[in-house]
T-cell receptor, first 115, second 117 residues
Framework: DSGVTQTPKHLITATGQRVTLRCSPR?????VYWYQQSLDQGLQFLIH???????AKGNILERFSAQQFPDLHSELNLSSLELGDSALYFC??????????????FGPGTRLTVL | AQTVTQSQPEMSVQEAETVTLSCTYD???????LFWYKQPPSRQMILVIR??????QNATENRFSVNFQKAAKSFSLKISDSQLGDAAMYFC??????????????FGKGTKLSVIP
């Protein structure tokens, strides 16, 4: 158990809908990262927040958005869902700003299925 | 754009033997970081080993070591004395700072390692 929690574990929804994935980092960690893992695209880095501010952005679609709240938990919002958005979404956290020595601890993931 | 290539979708190794997983990357940067992550069936992502590009010495972590060839843009992972618990997907990753405190992070497609008892 990494100490990172994600809810829900599974989510099934329809095309065109909007969902919110939630992540609670380890106690004391200031950074939160989001990743998408799918059969087609493999593992992709989406976005990184540090202490409430966006730090880096990867291959995140405009239909997706994220934020980190004052209590440091983060939410990933996915809208206008398409079949291709079906994937495993990981959250990770680390103590600092994501430097070389800053180890990321991954949550168990949320499995999103779009029908 | 940076790319990371893992040319071996699947590999297998006998228990207690040694196996090497390949990773190549494409970049024009001189300072960057490389990582190997392990994803067991539980789907947790676990950091195995990391390497700074400016360090010529290859990183080692117990039974795991890398062969970093900067000029060839190669970063292979060697697992010695393979154990059943090493069975997992292994991802190679590349990270480079992109200015203003930000960075880019790219993963390979992964190599599925099976360990045969």
């Amino acid at each position: 158990d990494s100490g990172v929690t994600q809810t829900p574990k599974h989510l099934i929804t329809a095309t065109g809908q909007r969902v919110t994935l939630r992540c609670s980092p380890r106690s004391g960690d200031l950074s939160v990262y989001w990743y998408q893992q799918s059969l087609d695209q493999g593992l992709q880095f989406l976005i990184h927040y540090y202490n409430g501010e966006e730090r880096a952005k990867g291959n995140i679609l405009e239909r997706f958005s994220a934020q980190q709240f004052p209590d440091l938990h983060s939410e990933l919002n996915l809208s206008s869902l398409e079949l291709g958005d079906s994937a495993l979404y990981f959250c990770a956290s680390s103590v600092f700003e994501g430097g070389y020595t800053d180890t990321q601890y991954f949550g168990p993931g949320t499995r999103l299925t779009v029908l | 754009a940076q790319t990371v290539t893992q040319s071996q979708p699947e590999m297998s190794v006998q228990e207690a033997e040694t196996v090497t997983l390949s990773c190549t990357y494409d970049t024009s940067e001189s300072d960057y970081y490389l990582f190997w992550y392990k994803q067991p069936p539980s789907r947790q992502m676990i950091l195995v080993i990391r390497q700074e590009a400016y360090k010529q010495q290859n990183a080692t972590e117990n039974r795991f070591s890398v062969n970093f060839q900067k000029a060839a843009k190669s970063f292979s992972l060697k697992i010695s004395d393979s154990q059943l618990g090493d069975a997992a997907m292994y991802f190679c990753a590349y990270r480079v700072w992109s200015g203003a405190g930000s960075y880019q992070l790219t993963f390979g497609k992964g190599t599925k390692l099976s360990v045969i008892p």
